[in-house]
């Protein structure tokens, strides 16, 4: 499979914002991990990082016929950009939308996820294990056991 791994605001500083709650691995290593992930799967993982909204539709767009699955975590965009949803649904890529913190133990405004609805499924809390999770799901799901 080949897999687009979208990754929203501020996330290219994971290790070193707030790693009590985002933990210490950095964005690369994250990469690093996820695109290995998939190698030892017989499968590809390219990993793009935006901090701004219109990237992360155009990176949407261009998923179609190109990928056959993204991993996306919007960041705060999840809480507010009806545009990644629209996005997000004009497209035929499925999606499994991934949060490293638990957001439903965090501010109530975290609580809400816009972007969920285009998604097949939502994983948060599991931290950067949640990666993996989702990228297992639709490998099992495409070997027909998911
Ligand atoms: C996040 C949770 C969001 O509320 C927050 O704005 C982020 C990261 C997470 O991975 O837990 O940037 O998506």
Redesign the pocket.
């Known amino acids: 499979m080949k897999f687009l791994i979208i990754n ?4 290219n500083l994971l290790g070193r914002r707030e790693p009590g709650i ?1 933990g210490e691995n950095t964005y690369e290593s994250l990469c690093r991990e996820l695109e290995i992930f998939a190698a030892d799967h017989g499968s590809s993982a390219v990993c793009f990082q935006s901090n701004h909204e219109g990237a992360i539709l155009d990176a949407i767009h261009g998923a179609q016929g190109e990928y056959d699955a993204i991993i996306m ?4 965009y ?2 507010y950009s009806y545009a990644i949803l629209d996005a997000l649904k004009a497209v035929d890529v499925p999606c499994i939308e ?4 638990n ?1 439903h133990q ?1 501010e109530e405004f ?1 609580h809400k996820s816009v972007t969920a609805p285009a998604c097949v499924g939502q994983i ?1 809390g599991l931290g950067l294990y949640g990666y993996r999770a989702a990228m297992t799901y639709f490998l099992e799901r495409e070997e027909g056991q998911g």
Request: glycine share 10%; aromatic share 6%; hydrophobic share 25%.
């Open positions: 929203g605001p501020n996330l985002y975590n919007p960041g705060a999840t809480h991934v949060h490293i913190s957001v965090r975290r948060c």
